[in-house]
């Protein structure tokens, strides 16, 4: 079943902060996050599984709760750069082999 | 990271026809890859999963004999339309993992933009 992700889009200043999330109705065991700028192939940001962990790279962050099948993705100070599509993929068990991706928050950073 | 490699990143055919897209890791052994379709502004949708040296497992709705796929060997896997029809245009994507060493991570190669006329 498809995770929802919300917001469905968002319009941010440079500089600003972002939070992005993805929920699902089935346990998890991981959640991936990607960025997808048009027309190109997603790009890998970060895994999290099972274990309530959260994870950071510069000014890009996400956490998962696994109680709740959430994680949040952060993005800080966000820049021009940071603008795209983000995606989250969630696997239900360890093994799985494939993601089922949420339909995407389209994150628009203006100068 | 790991690279995949799609190609062709574009095709243009005429409708009845049949189209080839490959897909290769080219640093890695990818014991698993998947084909995703993507029409504009909408999600990725898994069409199947490949395994090296077995048969792919189609998500439901995919019909299996009009998207072949072939994984002959660990860095190679093809995906062919055929009998291609313009509601078969979109965005071909696929991905690897390579599971046995512990690649959790899918990588994406860059797609392929299909247009049926």
């Known amino acids: 079943q498809q995770p929802v992700q919300s917001p469905q889009a968002v319009i941010l200043r440079e500089g600003e902060d972002a939070v992005i999330n993805c929920s699902s109705s089935k346990a998890l065991y991981s959640v991936h996050w990607y960025r997808q700028k048009h027309g190109e192939a997603p790009v890998f940001l970060m895994i999290?599984?099972?274990?309530?962990e959260q994870k950071g790279h510069e000014k890009i962050s996400a956490s998962f709760n696994e109680k709740k099948q959430q994680s949040s993705l952060y993005l800080t100070a966000s820049q021009l750069s940071y603008s795209g599509t983000y995606f989250c993929g969630t696997e239900a068990v360890q093994g799985a082999q494939k993601l089922v991706f949420g339909q995407g928050t389209r994150l628009t950073i203006n100068p | 990271g790991a690279v995949v490699s799609q190609h062709p990143s574009w095709v243009i055919c005429k409708s009845g026809t049949s189209v080839k897209i490959e897909c290769r890791s080219l640093?890695?052994?990818?014991?698993?890859m998947f084909w995703y379709r993507q029409f504009p502004k909408q999600s990725l949708m898994l069409m199947a999963t490949s395994n090296e040296g077995s048969k792919a497992t189609y998500e439901q709705g995919v019909e299996k004999d009009k998207f072949l796929i072939n994984h002959a060997s660990l860095t190679l896997s093809t995906l062919t339309v055929t009998s291609a029809h313009p509601e078969d245009s979109s965005f071909y994507i696929c991905?690897?993992?390579?599971?046995?060493?512990?690649?959790?991570?899918?990588?994406f190669g860059p797609g392929t933009r299909l247009t049926v006329l």
């Open positions: 640093d890695f052994q990818a014991t698993t």
């Open positions: 991905s690897a993992r390579d599971l046995l060493a512990g690649f959790n991570e899918q990588f």
């Open positions: 999290l599984l099972k274990g309530g």
